[in-house]
């Protein structure tokens, strides 16, 4: 079950206005391209170039929080406060549950990940998968930003076998991070 209707609003009207600050100042964008324009007319890798703008440079957020620090509710500051928490990195997409999917990352720590608006089974086809992703907090949860890379790897026999094992011994001890 993905986040609620309010919830995936909140967080991309949150993210998305970020995302198109940071397309300004990095001139991936023409300075008066509104924001309406960002959202609707630009393809998803320019999206995707500005979170990994946004991700290589400390001082935006703290820029565009400074600059729209009037505009922005309590909720929507402390979803951009937890951008500063973020775990980016490879990922094993490790099962796919009713309302969340296991990431498990390259250290071996299991997170409960929520999906934003798409359940992850209707993105992808086969787990455990591995992927390049960010995870955050969102109201003592975890979700990605919306954005994941698969990489076109098999998982062998023996990786599958560990990971499995894994699982169930971070599930007895209480040890999936729900939160960051």
Known sequence: MPLSEFDYHLFMDTFLPL???TAIRHGLIDPKTSFISFVKNRDFKLKFE???????????????MDKNS???SIDQKAILSG?????SGKFI???????RAIFVDMNNIFYSVHDLSDPFDSMIEDVPC?????????QKRIIYD???????VTLGP????????NYKAAKEKGQIRTEL
């Open 19 to 21: 995302l198109h600050f």
């Open 50 to 64: 500005c979170r990994q703008k946004l991700y290589q440079d400390p001082d935006l957020l703290k820029g565009y």
């Open 70 to 72: 009037s505009h922005l």
């Open 83 to 87: 951008i500063n928490k973020r775990i």
């Open 93 to 99: 997409i490790y099962k796919l549950l009713s309302n």
């Open 130 to 138: 591995l992927v390049e992703a960010t995870i955050l907090p969102f």
């Open 146 to 152: 919306g954005f994941t890379q698969p990489y076109g």
């Open 158 to 165: 023996n990786l599958l076998k560990s990971y499995r094992e």
